[in-house]
């Protein structure tokens, strides 16, 4: 079994910072890219941003210059900081990777999802 834990969602103020992180657990034997998603009440799910395997990072232009994804190999996780949040920002956020798991195939997974507010 394969499975994505998110952690560091809640509440934050306009102009403000939150860092969410993800972790993958199980019987992994490599993962390709790991991303970011959101999706707002009543909007589709839509990418954030994305740390490829190869090391290039893509953003949506909505989040450039506000977000950063990074990863960890070692850790199997992904980050994500928030800053100048805005209250359009809010969102479940949710992680994704492929991932070569027990099977040797590689599959998509995503984690449970976790609130962002931005809210004063």
């Known amino acids: 079994q394969v499975h994505l834990v998110e952690s560091g969602g809640g509440l934050a103020q306009p102009g403000g910072s939150l860092r969410l992180s993800c972790a993958a657990s199980?019987?992994?034997?490599?993962?390709?890219?790991m991303a970011w998603f959101r999706q707002g009440p009543g909007k589709l799910r839509d990418l954030v941003a994305r740390?490829?395997?190869?090391?290039?990072?893509d953003y949506a232009t909505s989040v450039k210059g506000r977000f950063t994804v990074s990863r960890d190999d070692v850790e199997n996780t992904i980050y994500l900081q928030m800053n100048s949040l805005k209250p359009e920002d809010t969102a479940v956020y949710y992680c994704?990777?492929?991932?070569?798991?027990?099977?040797?195939?590689?599959?998509?997974?995503w984690g449970q999802g976790t609130q962002v507010t931005v809210s004063s």
């Open positions: 994704n990777a492929w991932i070569r798991d027990w099977t040797s195939r590689t599959r998509e997974y």
């Open positions: 199980g019987t992994i034997f490599s993962i390709n890219d």
């Open positions: 740390a490829n395997s190869d090391g290039t990072l």
